[in-house]
């Protein structure tokens, strides 16, 4: 499987030390190396499942870094050139974009919500609450309790 992520995702599960899931879920996450200078203002280094992948097509990075930071840009442009299975990204513009061209888009609660149907985690809420709260991750309400009903949690 292939997965291209963006920074968000990743920063938000190293600051809870739970940047595991993604190598639970996804084994291998690749990034534009726009997205680990992004990682590397905040963390010293980045998870030994996380690899950069170099971005061909330049000219696509500028098109769409008219509208985006240049981590989203890249992950987008990467996700498309390698067919990626999903690109990790949650901010609504990136996500708006990567799918105009079809790219598979799941976003960090997705990833929760399928950690806890393949049975590697128990529960999704307090991971959300320490997202939330020490990750500094915003998410509505409203997607916060879907996830939590479609897992079976309740909303707090």
Do not use: C, Y
Not at 11 to 37: H, K, N, Y
Not at 85 to 97: A, K, M, Q, W
Not at 114 to 141: C, N, Q, Y
Request: proline share 4%; hydrophobic share 55%; charged share 20%.
């Amino acid at each position: 499987m292939i997965v291209v992520s963006d920074t968000t995702a990743i920063t938000s599960l190293l600051a809870i030390g739970r940047a595991d899931l993604l190598r639970q879920v996804f084994g291998e996450v690749l990034i534009p190396s726009a997205v680990l200078r992004e990682l590397t203002v905040v963390h010293t280094t980045v998870p030994d499942f996380v690899h950069v992948r170099e971005v061909i097509d330049a000219g696509a990075v500028l098109r769409l870094a008219a509208k985006l930071d240049a981590g989203e840009a890249e992950a987008i442009v990467l996700a498309e050139e390698l067919a990626a299975n999903f690109l990790l990204i949650d901010e609504t513009e990136g996500r708006t974009i990567a799918a105009q061209p079809g790219v598979p888009i799941i976003g960090l609660v997705g990833v929760l919500v399928r950690a806890k149907r393949e049975g590697m985690i128990p529960m999704i809420a307090p991971i959300l609450e320490d997202l939330v709260t020490v990750g500094e991750f915003w998410i509505s309400a409203q997607i916060r309790d879907r996830a939590l009903a479609d897992v079976g949690e309740s909303p707090a």
